[in-house]
Each structure stands twice: as C-alpha cells, then as structure tokens.
C-alpha cells in the first residue's frame, strides 16, 4: 500500500499482559515516529528512529516501553506488564528524510484497551 | 522546553463563512517548522499546512492560510468557503530538535 500501516487496529489485553504493536511506514521512508494519543488529547512523542538508530526516546514513559526497527523499515512497539493508563490510541507516522521540514505521514493507529 | 498551546477546545462555523484557530508555542530554537494537522473521526492525521520558521511569508494552501507571528510565537490557521468536510480535529504541531502536538480544536461546521 502506499500509506503508512499500522496493526492490529485495536487490541484489547488484560493488565500484566505484554503487546506488540506493529508498523509498516511508507516504503524508502528514512524517518519513523511512534507516538501516544489519549482520548481527546493530541499525539504525545514516545520515540524517533532515523532508518534502524533509535534518536530518540525521551518520550517513553517508562521501561516497559520498548520500540525497535531493526532493519530501517518495520517498527515494533512494545509494552510490557501493561497497565491501565497505557490505554490509547498508538500512532505511528513516517517521512521521507531525517529533517524536521518533513511533514509526518500518519497511519491509521492501534486503539489499545487494558482491561 | 518546547509546548504547544490551542485554546480553543472547540469552534463552530456556518458553511461557507471563514473561521480561525489560534495557536501558540513556546521554543528557545531559532529553526523549526510549524504544521496543522486535520483528524477526521476515522482517526488518520492529515496534514493541511505547513510553516518554515524562518520564512515571514505566510503559508497558504487553497482554502486554508496561517498568520505566522515569530515574535509572539503565534501560529493560526484560518479556513475560507469552510465546507462540512471541514469538520474535525484540528492540531497545531512544533517540529524542532523534538516533536509537540497541541490538544486539538474541535471544528464543526454548521450547514
């Protein structure tokens, strides 16, 4: 496809249990973002990858967080020992390069439920 | 460090009439890029328009235009001829050495 893919789509998990949430950025894309929208907030940064180097990683919000694009295209986030709170929506977005002056190309997200 | 305000929880206009989300940001950088961002209930961000720091002229694209102030860090996004597929979440987004989103303003568009 030609957008940026993100699955599954939504995930329901039981609290301690640990997610994998995947994405697939726009092919030849340099840049990738994973980012964490509670409900009616906007995006909040959790980590940048720059082909397969992690730049970035200020915004997660703890070490159960854990993110991974081994081979500079699909990226994984991981959360372990999943708790309440880590309920939202997960997006990820890609650009061509590793510039700021890129606009972010958005996938459709992962709405994650933790019961 | 770097945040990105947006006031307005939510603003409504007539179609076809002309309305105006407010943006503000905070930075110490000299070079960023600022955007607005539109996401429609089925959750995809899109972007609308885009905004070098370092350029004074105002972006405009279509229907869609910002009033860019570097001074008062002020960055709004003004809609002409509004159309009901206007209607959606509207952020406000810091690109610099880090990445912020604003909380979104709630357009509808009343026909």
């Known amino acids: 496809g030609a957008g940026v893919s993100q699955s599954p789509r939504y995930k329901v998990a039981k609290r301690g249990q640990d997610v994998a949430l995947r994405c697939d950025p726009i092919?030849?894309?340099?840049?990738l973002f994973w980012y964490q929208q509670a409900l009616g907030q906007g995006p909040e940064f959790l980590t940048y990858f720059q082909n397969e180097a992690q730049l970035d990683k200020s915004g997660l919000p703890s070490d159960r967080f854990f993110a991974e694009r081994p081979e500079g295209s699909v990226s994984t986030l991981k959360i372990q020992r999943t708790q309440q709170e880590d309920s939202a929506v997960y997006l990820c977005a890609s650009s061509p390069t590793g510039f700021s002056n890129q606009p972010q190309h958005f996938g459709d997200g992962t709405r994650l439920s933790i019961l | 460090a770097q945040t990105v305000t947006q006031s307005q929880p939510e603003m409504s206009v007539q179609e076809a009439e002309t309305v105006t989300l407010s943006c503000t940001y905070d930075t110490s950088e000299s070079d960023y890029y600022l955007f607005w961002y539109k996401q429609p209930p089925s959750r995809q961000m899109i972007l609308v328009i885009r905004?070098?720091?370092?350029?004074?002229q105002n972006a405009t694209e279509n229907r869609f235009s910002v009033n860019f102030q570097k001074a008062a860090k002020s960055f709004s996004l003004k809609i002409s001829d509004s159309q009901l597929g206007d209607a959606a979440m509207y952020f406000c987004a810091y690109f610099g050495n880090q990445f912020y989103f604003g909380t979104g303003t709630s357009l509808t568009v009343i026909p």
């Open positions: 905004q070098e720091a370092y350029k004074q």
């Open positions: 092919s030849g894309h340099v840049s």
